[in-house]
Each structure stands twice: as C-alpha cells, then as structure tokens.
C-alpha cells in the first residue's frame, strides 16, 4: 500500500479497473474452455460411442438373423426361410456404413469393424452362398455340405464382433472418465473463478480504502478541524496525489484565512477607534447642540430683543441711516434665531430616536395642512389629495417632510392661486409620494442642489428662508428607508408649469395585523 500511495487516484482506480477486468475476461476463457471441453467429452458419449454401441448390437442381429436364414433355408429348402438372411445382409449394411461415421475417431474400433466386415463377407463365400446355390440348384435340403465349416467362419466372426463390441466399451469407459472429469474441472474451475472474484474485490476494496477512501476521510476531518476555527492547525498530506493536492490547497486556504483574518483584526481594531472617536464627536456636538439651543440663543434674543427696543424708542429721533442700521440689526438676529432652530432640528433627524409607528398619511397631511392654515390662507392656495396609505415612521418627521414640501409650493407660487395635489401609488416593495403644484418651477439642472443644504436659487429678500428645508426632507426620508427626488421627467417641471416632488417610503407587510390598523386609521 505504500508503493500505491504516491499514486493519482486516477491511476489507482484505473489499475483497479484493469485488474478487475484482466481477472472477469481470464475468468471467462478458462470457463469457456472447460465448458467446451465438457461438451465435446459430452458429444463424444452421446453421439457417437453410445450409438456406435447400439450399432455394433444391431450389426451382431443382423449377422445372426443371416446365420439362422442360411441354417434353416438349407434344412427347410423353403424360400421364405431365407428372408431373415435376405433382410440380415441389409442391415448388416446400413450397420456397417453407421459404424464406420461414429468410429471415424477411433483407429481401433475402425480397425476391428473392417475384420468384422472381412469376416462376415468370408462366411458368406464361404459358407452361405455355396449353401444357398446348392438348395438352389438341388431344390432338396443340404443338410451336411460344409455344416463344419460354416461353423468355423461364423465363430470366427463372433470373435470379431465380440472383440468391437469390446473395445467400444474400453472407449466408452474412457470417455465417460473424460467426461466426469471435465465436469469436474469445470466444478472447480467455478469455485476457483468465484474464490477469486471475491478475493479480487475484497483485495480492490481493502486497497481503495487504504489507499483512496482513509485519506480522503481523513483530510475532511483535517478540514472540519479547521472549519471549527483552529486555524492555527496544519493540514497534513497524504494519499492519492489529488487528495494531498486537495490538501496543499486547503493549507494555503487556511494561511490566506489567516491574514484575512488578521487584516480584519487591524481594521477591527482600527473600527473601534474611529468609533470611539465617532462617539466623542457625537458627545461633543451634543454639546454644541445644548449650547446652541441655550446658551447662543439667550445673547441673540437680548441683542434681538434691544435692538427693537432702541427701533421702538428711538424710531425718528435719529437720523434715516441710523433707523436703517438698526433695522438690519434686528433682522440679522432674527434670522440667526431662525438659522439655529433649523440647524438644531436638522442635526435631530435620526439622533434622537423616537418610536416607529404605523400611521396613515392621511392624518400626516392632515396635521401639515393644520399648521400651514394660516399660510394656506393668506395665500388662497387649494390643497388636493387622494387617499394615502399607512406607512410606520416617526410622525413629527413624516409631518415634516409634508409641511417642508407644501410650504415650498405656498412660497414659490405664481401669479395664479396655488395648487397642490398630493398623490401615493404602489410601487412594489414601497409607497411612491408626489406633490405636484403650479408654482413657479425648477430648472432641471438644479435638481441635485436643491437638495444641498444652505443651497438656494433665490434671493432671500425675494423668498425668505434658511435653505435648509429640501435638505431636512431628504435626511428625513432616507432615514425611513426611502428616497427623495425632483421628477424632472415630468411634463410640469419647468419654470412656468410648476414643479413635482416625489418620494418613497416602505410598505408596510401584508399581515393581518397591519391590515387592520391601516383599516381603522382609514
């Protein structure tokens, strides 16, 4: 087994093959040779010494029937009396001519049906016939011619016979011997044959385990060893030259595990840094989150609040420039106020986590509408909308992002009333958004930047705000799950039609239990 290891397996199941097939096709010559050779002692048996027997038994008839027809013709001078010699000659024939086929093979046997043969036809020249043409020619018995000699010769003959007859059964007995033992032989050629298959697959078997299949098991447990996570633990080569190929790749698998692994540590550990780092920049804006919500707030709202003081008390009594000066003194900390409460909400969004719930937009856009009333109003606008599905999200935000959008078409609005129509339609996985309005419309080559924050494309005198409110919805919307975007392939979205946002939140799953909420917000 050791000379066989360095073998491919290939190779070893090759030889296994050959092996087995070199033994099944010696199997099948040897068996085929002993089975013929079964037949022909058979044959030999069968068809031609036992008929030759029964031949040489019907000759012996015939010649005796010839020697009862010649005795009684020549005591009876009947010619009736000599059908048995007549129908005797002619058997005697057929005998013969059947004999000299089946003996073909037999010199001896040959040999004694010709003295047979001989003999027969010297009694009858003898003996027979001058009997015969005597009755004949006489018409009266002829009961002394020659009785003596006649006798010699047909004694003579039955010695012949006796001798054929005598060496067909030496030769039956040798064939008979030939034919037990071939029939023997092909006893022993089948256990032989079926020993050694079963010595031959056992051998295969015992070879192919040793060689092929305790190998290959035991480098599957070499890798479940490893698959456990000792990586640390080497995988050894044995076997066929595939398995220990198999092996050597498995290695190499492990090592590049290994500094995947450790490159994954490195970066591990780089993670946690940056996080730490992360979360202090977290604290530290929270920080500046609580100063810029009180402690920047408190300045801004005296110098707010003196400045419209000194406007109040001193409004005339100093010159247009000086009115004009604390003016815009006034209006820049109004407007810092304003810049600091958007900051500090937009930095909220997706840091201070309140709880998701399932909540129609219907009631979204309900509450929008409600807190944009007064603007609603004043601008005349009309707002449309179809029914709206519910959807689980953070209901301040959610309102926000509808405040956010129908208030940008309140403020950008044409020389017509405004128009708003908020729409929802499946879209898969998701619910697609669009509020559409007759404003005055966006280029398309804006429709990124809107989205920035501090981005605007109007003066402020012209449209007041912060620039921080499309910005807000798209952090908003993202946070659920969604996107955000200005449909600049709708027909409406130029400057004097109008212009559609459209955004896309998650459905929520089709079980019963969100079916029914849905129902009842309904």
């Given at each position: 087994?050791?000379?066989?290891?360095?073998?491919s397996?290939?190779?070893?199941i090759?030889?296994?093959?050959?092996?087995?097939a070199?033994?099944?096709?010696?199997?099948?010559?040897v068996?085929?040779?002993?089975?013929i050779?079964?037949?022909?002692?058979?044959e030999?048996?069968?068809q031609?010494?036992?008929?030759a027997?029964?031949?040489?038994?019907?000759?012996e008839s015939?010649?005796?029937?010839?020697?009862?027809?010649?005795?009684g013709?020549?005591l009876?001078?009947?010619?009736?009396?000599?059908d048995?010699y007549?129908?005797?000659?002619?058997?005697?024939?057929?005998?013969?001519?059947a004999?000299?086929?089946?003996?073909?093979?037999?010199?001896?046997?040959?040999d004694?049906l010709?003295?047979?043969?001989?003999r027969?036809?010297?009694?009858?020249?003898?003996?027979?016939?001058?009997t015969?043409?005597?009755?004949?020619?006489?018409?009266?018995p002829?009961?002394?011619?020659?009785?003596?000699?006649?006798?010699?010769?047909?004694?003579?003959l039955r010695?012949?016979?006796?001798?054929?007859?005598s060496?067909l059964?030496?030769?039956?007995?040798?064939?008979?011997?030939?034919?037990?033992?071939?029939a023997?032989?092909?006893?022993?050629?089948?256990i032989?044959?079926?020993g050694?298959?079963?010595?031959i697959?056992?051998a295969?078997a015992?070879g192919?385990?040793?060689t092929?299949?305790?190998?290959?098991?035991r480098?599957?447990?070499?890798?479940?060893?490893?698959?456990?996570?000792?990586?640390?633990?080497r995988?050894?080569?044995?076997?066929?030259?595939e398995?220990?190929?198999?092996?050597?790749?498995v290695?190499?698998?492990?090592?590049r595990?290994?500094?995947?692994?450790?490159?994954?540590?490195?970066?591990?550990?780089?993670?946690d840094?940056?996080?730490?780092?992360l979360?202090?920049?977290?604290?530290?804006?929270?920080?500046?989150?609580?100063?810029?919500?009180h402690d920047?707030?408190?300045?801004?709202?005296?110098?707010?609040?003196f400045?419209?003081?000194?406007?109040?008390?001193?409004a005339?009594?100093?010159?247009?420039?000086?009115?004009?000066?604390?003016?815009?003194?006034?209006?820049?900390?109004m407007?810092?106020?304003v810049l600091?409460?958007?900051?500090l909400?937009?930095?909220?969004?997706?840091?201070?986590?309140?709880?998701?719930?399932?909540v129609?937009?219907?009631a979204?856009?309900?509450?929008?509408?409600?807190n944009l009333?007064?603007?609603i109003?004043e601008?005349?606008?009309?707002?449309?909308?179809?029914?709206l599905p519910?959807?689980?999200?953070?209901?301040?935000?959610?309102?926000?992002?509808?405040?956010?959008?129908i208030?940008?078409?309140l403020?950008f609005?044409g020389?017509?009333?405004?128009?708003?129509?908020?729409?929802?339609?499946r879209?898969?996985?998701f619910?697609?958004?669009?509020?559409?309005?007759?404003?005055i419309?966006?280029?398309?080559?804006?429709?990124?930047?809107?989205?920035?924050?501090?981005?605007r494309?109007?003066?402020?005198?012209?449209?007041?705000?912060?620039?921080?409110?499309l910005?807000?919805?798209?952090k908003?919307?993202e946070?659920h799950?969604?996107?955000?975007?200005l449909?600049?392939?709708?027909s409406?979205?130029?400057?004097?039609?109008?212009?559609?946002?459209?955004?896309?939140l998650p459905?929520?799953?089709e079980?019963?239990?969100?079916?029914?909420?849905a129902?009842?917000?309904e």
């Amino acid at each position: 087994m050791t000379l066989l290891a360095p073998w491919s397996l290939r190779r070893i199941i090759n030889v296994s093959v050959a092996t087995l097939a070199v033994f099944s096709v010696a199997s099948i010559i040897v068996g085929l040779v002993a089975l013929i050779n079964l037949s022909d002692a058979r044959e030999r048996v069968v068809q031609h010494i036992d008929p030759a027997l029964q031949e040489a038994l019907r000759l012996e008839s015939a010649l005796v029937d010839q020697e009862n027809g010649v005795r009684g013709y020549a005591l009876g001078a009947a010619e009736d009396l000599l059908d048995p010699y007549t129908s005797g000659v002619t058997r005697q024939r057929a005998s013969v001519a059947a004999l000299e086929t089946l003996v073909a093979d037999l010199p001896a046997v040959e040999d004694d049906l010709g003295d047979v043969d001989d003999r027969a036809s010297a009694w009858r020249s003898g003996y027979a016939l001058p009997t015969i043409f005597e009755v004949q020619t006489t018409g009266e018995p002829a009961i002394g011619t020659d009785v003596a000699l006649g006798q010699d010769l047909f004694t003579a003959l039955r010695r012949s016979l006796e001798t054929l007859q005598s060496d067909l059964n030496d030769a039956r007995d040798a064939a008979v011997t030939l034919l037990n033992s071939s029939a023997t032989t092909v006893n022993v050629v089948c256990i032989v044959i079926g020993g050694g298959f079963v010595l031959i697959v056992l051998a295969l078997a015992f070879g192919l385990r040793y060689t092929a299949i305790r190998p290959v098991s035991r480098l599957a447990e070499e890798v479940r060893t490893v698959a456990g996570g000792d990586f640390q633990h080497r995988v050894e080569q044995s076997g066929p030259r595939e398995v220990r190929e198999l092996g050597i790749d498995v290695n190499l698998m492990r090592v590049r595990i290994l500094q995947e692994l450790s490159a994954l540590r490195e970066t591990h550990d780089e993670l946690d840094e940056r996080t730490q780092d992360l979360e202090r920049s977290n604290a530290e804006l929270e920080q500046f989150a609580y100063v810029a919500s009180h402690d920047l707030q408190e300045p801004l709202r005296k110098v707010a609040s003196f400045c419209q003081l000194l406007e109040r008390r001193y409004a005339g009594q100093l010159d247009e420039r000086a009115d004009q000066y604390i003016g815009f003194a006034v209006d820049g900390a109004m407007r810092m106020q304003v810049l600091i409460n958007d900051l500090l909400a937009f930095s909220r969004v997706g840091r201070i986590v309140r709880e998701s719930v399932v909540v129609s937009c219907d009631a979204v856009l309900e509450q929008a509408t409600s807190n944009l009333a007064a603007a609603i109003e004043e601008a005349g606008a009309t707002i449309e909308s179809g029914s709206l599905p519910s959807v689980r999200a953070e209901v301040p935000l959610l309102t926000a992002v509808f405040q956010n959008l129908i208030g940008n078409a309140l403020k950008f609005h044409g020389d017509e009333p405004p128009k708003v129509t908020v729409a929802a339609e499946r879209d898969g996985d998701f619910w697609r958004f669009s509020i559409t309005d007759n404003g005055i419309g966006i280029e398309a080559e804006y429709a990124e930047r809107i989205f920035v924050i501090f981005q605007r494309l109007h003066n402020k005198a012209d449209y007041p705000g912060t620039g921080i409110g499309l910005a807000m919805c798209r952090k908003i919307i993202e946070y659920h799950g969604g996107t955000i975007w200005l449909d600049t392939e709708d027909s409406q979205n130029s400057r004097t039609t109008g212009t559609r946002f459209c955004f896309t939140l998650p459905a929520l799953p089709e079980t019963p239990e969100n079916t029914e909420k849905a129902e009842t917000d309904e």
